[in-house]
């Protein structure tokens, strides 16, 4: 079964830049076709989809989101990364990593799912 862990900082600075780490096993991050995304839960709010890169290297980003958010991958560790500049007190969330055949994730029953970790953006 294909495991997901998200690993980085759990304390970022504003204005500086958040960046995660998804390792995966179990599985390739190159298998077709399925898509790789970064989902975030701040305090109290529900589940928002960050972006994905898919199978063969595309990326895909929220309209809302785009302007600071940097998914890549490295195929050699079987990982991808989040990268989110210029944050603020509102990024606070637990960020997930998850695997689905569809590109827009935001249901924790679909797909496979890291088990999230905590980022607090504080100076």
């Known amino acids: 079964q294909v495991q997901l862990q998200e690993s980085g900082p759990g304390l970022v600075k504003p204005s500086q830049t958040l960046s995660l780490t998804c390792t995966v096993s179990?599985?390739?991050?190159?298998?077709?076709?399925?898509?790789w995304s970064w989902i975030r839960q701040p305090p109290g709010k529900g589940l928002e989809w960050m972006g994905a890169?898919?199978?063969?290297?595309?990326?895909y980003y929220s309209p809302s989101l785009k302007s600071r958010t940097s998914i890549s991958r490295d195929t050699s560790k079987n990982q991808f990364t989040l990268q989110l500049s210029s944050v603020t007190p509102e990024d606070t969330a637990v960020y997930y990593c998850?695997?689905?055949?569809?590109?827009?994730?935001?249901?924790?029953?679909?797909?496979?799912w890291g088990q999230g970790t905590q980022v607090t953006v504080s100076s």
């Open positions: 890169i898919n199978y063969s290297g595309s990326t």
């Open positions: 179990g599985g390739s991050i190159t298998t077709n076709y399925y898509y």
């Open positions: 998850a695997r689905a055949r569809t590109r827009i994730v935001a249901d924790r029953g679909v797909g496979y």
